[in-house]
């Protein structure tokens, strides 16, 4: 397949022509459009790809939907500004329960280093706490577990 700019364009041109409406995701929350498309996109990585596919919607009169993720490769403040001025919608690229458990591990490492270190031993086991559903830290005893090497 041909994933050139040139054919992004034809085809929001083709769509628009058989009869498509272009929607951004809040208005497609009503359900009574029909023949409708949801130009949907989640910047992950390339904020700049992002902004030039947001510039050929506009230049077409067409409106889209960009999500944010709140990293470095994705999260640029003058380009999402821009992305909004062109009249697109723009949210945030909901991830907060991937990056607790990315941060969640980092401290288990961090951790069992320190006590490699700190007092010559080797982890042998990990406990984990969570939320009791009382406000209250609580060891999770399926995360307390026995390793063999």
Request: glycine share 8%; charged share 30%; aromatic share 10%.
């Amino acid at each position: 397949m041909d994933f050139t700019l040139k054919t992004y364009k034809l085809l929001l041109h083709a769509l628009r022509n058989q009869g498509f409406s272009f929607l951004i995701f809040e208005e497609s929350l009503s359900g009574q459009q029909t023949r409708s498309i949801v130009l949907r996109h989640d910047v992950d990585l390339l904020p700049l790809n992002s902004l030039e596919f947001a510039r050929i919607q506009a230049e077409a009169g067409i409106s889209g939907s960009y999500y944010f993720r709140l990293v470095p490769e994705s999260y640029n403040e003058n380009i999402i500004k821009e992305i909004a001025s062109l009249g697109h919608e723009v949210g945030y690229h909901y991830e907060d329960v991937s990056l607790a458990a990315e941060r969640q591990k980092t401290k288990v490492e961090r951790q069992k280093f320190r006590i490699s270190n700190l007092f010559g031993l080797q982890d042998r086991t990990t406990a984990g706490l969570q939320d009791n559903g009382r406000g209250v830290p609580g060891l999770r005893e399926e995360e307390t577990k026995r390793r063999s090497d």
